[in-house]
């Protein structure tokens, strides 16, 4: 198992930008795939985007050319860079990461879009 601390979510204005970091207990270096899903107030948790460790990436269609995940193994941190923020972004932000079968999740870090 891994304990995940998300940070950097905050309150940014439609258009905007912000870099979440997920920061893991251990070396990230053998977890096959991790990823961040977010969960809007009255809605299921979703996938936003995940990376594997040989750089294979998947992205939600909602995000697509405004995200970009990336890992650094060297800093057990995972990213998540977000840019042309739109109001419909506004969810709680979620780190995951996948080791022996187990789900392990952040506490989750707010974003809140509006101007």
């Known amino acids: 198992q891994v304990n995940l601390v998300e940070s950097g979510g905050g309150l940014v204005q439609p258009g905007g930008s912000l870099r979440l970091s997920c920061a893991a207990s251990?070396?990230?270096?053998?977890?096959?795939?991790m990823g961040w899903y977010r969960q809007a107030p009255g809605k299921q948790r979703e996938l936003v985007a995940t990376?594997?460790?040989?750089?294979?990436?998947n992205y939600a269609d909602f995000v697509k050319d405004r995200f970009t995940i990336s890992r650094d193994n060297s800093k057990n941190t995972v990213y998540l860079q977000m840019n042309s923020l739109k109001p419909e972004d506004t969810a709680v932000y979620y780190c995951?990461?996948?080791?022996?079968?187990?789900?392990?999740w952040g506490q989750g870090t707010q974003v809140t879009v509006s101007s």
């Open positions: 995951n990461a996948v080791t022996d079968g187990v789900w392990n």
């Open positions: 251990r070396s990230i270096f053998s977890i096959y795939r």
């Open positions: 990376l594997t460790n040989g750089g294979s990436t």
